[in-house]
């Protein structure tokens, strides 16, 4: 008999049971850890910094696309939050590879009041809360959604979907962040036209600069 390897799976058995924790990406138990194996070998990592002209940079540790789209997916409108720590510690190692040293506060982009009392929580503040565990630092609120447009999921065009988020968002408290190089958090990235809009009234409001992440981004074509 193996006595380690018995060990280990006494051990692995205990966490299961203390830590009933599920891969956010398929369901399997994972006892303690944040993802399973396989899916840690397998799931669409995105390893660029995506440029945009409207929002300058944007990183994140996947590609919307496949289990990550599903997990999105289930977190988001099914309210399943049992990926949180995953999705945070992940987009927290992203960030520290593609900006380290460059950012001073963590924002997001907000959801309308309308959206945040029908959804019941800010799906974009609870990913950056998580991610900013991992730094022991709090995510500092930069914006509001003054506007409750429709989502830009439904809509396909490129400038429709710039047309679309123009004006829907004002500073909060702009003396907290003057001079401030900002790291702006989302969930997805898809045309970028959320972020290029959010990243133009916070430099507008007086921040230095702005990078920004995401969850997961839509590869470009
Ligand atoms: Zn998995």
């Not at 049971?17 to 006892?31: A, N």
């Not at 945040?116 to 930069?142: I, M, N």
């Not at 009234?201 to 839509?218: H, I, Q, S, Y």
Request: glycine content about 8%; charged content about 30%.
């Amino acid at each position: 008999m193996d006595f380690n390897k018995e060990l280990n799976k006494a051990t692995d058995g205990l966490m299961d049971l203390f830590f009933p924790r599920s891969c956010p990406f398929c369901g399997r138990r994972v006892g303690k850890k944040l993802l399973c194996d396989v899916c840690k070998e397998t799931l669409p990592y995105c390893r660029t910094v995506r440029q945009g002209a409207g929002f300058g940079r944007c990183a994140a540790p996947f590609y919307y696309e496949d289990a990550v789209r599903k997990a999105i997916l289930d977190y988001k409108f099914k309210g399943q939050l049992g990926g949180l720590d995953c999705f945070g510690s992940m987009m927290a190692a992203t960030a520290a590879e593609a900006y380290s040293g460059e950012f001073d506060a963590v924002t997001w982009v907000p959801v309308s009041k309308k959206r945040l009392r029908k959804r019941g929580f800010d799906q974009t503040r609870y990913l950056t809360a998580s991610l900013c565990v991992d730094w022991h630092t709090a995510p500092l609120e930069t914006l509001r959604k003054t506007v409750d447009n429709p989502p830009q999921s439904g809509i396909d065009d490129a400038a429709a979907r710039r047309a679309n988020v123009l004006g829907v968002y004002e500073a909060v408290e702009p003396e907290r962040f003057a001079g401030k190089r900002l790291l702006l958090v989302d969930d997805i990235c898809t045309t970028g036209a959320t972020l290029g809009e959010c990243a133009r009234v916070l430099k507008e409001a007086g921040a230095a600069d702005v990078m920004c992440l995401t969850l997961a981004m839509v590869r470009e074509e």
